[in-house]
Nanobody, 123 residues
Framework: QVQLVESGGGSVQAGGSLRLSCAASGDSYSTYCMGWSRQAPGKERERVATISSDGGSTYYSDSVKGRFTISGDSAKNTVYLQMNSLKPEDTAVYYC????????????????WGLGTQVTVSS
C-alpha cells in the first residue's frame, strides 16, 4: 500500500505559478513511478506528467509541456509539480498518482491515487 497526500493548490491569476507537492508513504514507495493527473469539470481525467522511480525518465502531456516540471525528492518522499505560465484552462483538481511502473502517461501494476487538490486560474 502507498498513501499519497497532495498540497499546494490554490487560486492564481493567469501567468502565475504554483507548486504542488505530493507526500508519499508506505511500502516500497521509492520503487514506484509517480505522476500527476487532473480533472476539470465536465472533462475526462488527463495525465499531465509522470516520472520514473529513478527520476531518469519523465513524460508531459502536450497541454503542459514547457510550462510544468515534475520532480522528486527521495529524502523527503515527496514529488512536486512546478506549474508556470498558468492558464485558465489549467483549472482542475490535480491528483497525485503512483504505479508499479510506467511508460509515458500510462501507469501499470498496483496503482494509487491521492484525494486531490484544487487549482483555479483566473483570467
Amino acid at each position: 500500500q502507498v498513501q499519497l497526500v497532495e498540497s499546494g493548490g490554490g487560486s492564481v491569476q493567469a501567468g502565475g505559478s504554483l507548486r504542488l507537492s505530493c507526500a508519499a508513504s508506505g511500502d516500497s514507495y521509492s520503487t514506484y513511478c509517480m505522476g500527476w493527473s487532473r480533472q476539470a469539470p465536465g472533462k475526462e481525467r488527463e495525465r499531465v506528467a509522470t516520472i520514473s522511480s529513478d527520476g531518469g525518465s519523465t513524460y508531459y502531456s502536450d497541454s503542459v509541456k514547457g510550462r510544468f516540471t515534475i520532480s522528486g525528492d527521495s529524502a523527503k518522499n515527496t514529488v512536486y509539480l512546478q506549474m508556470n505560465s498558468l492558464k485558465p484552462e489549467d483549472t482542475a483538481v490535480y491528483y497525485c498518482t503512483a504505479g508499479t511502473s510506467c511508460i509515458g502517461p500510462y501507469l501499470y501494476g498496483a496503482r494509487y491515487w491521492g484525494l486531490g487538490t484544487q487549482v483555479t486560474v483566473s483570467s
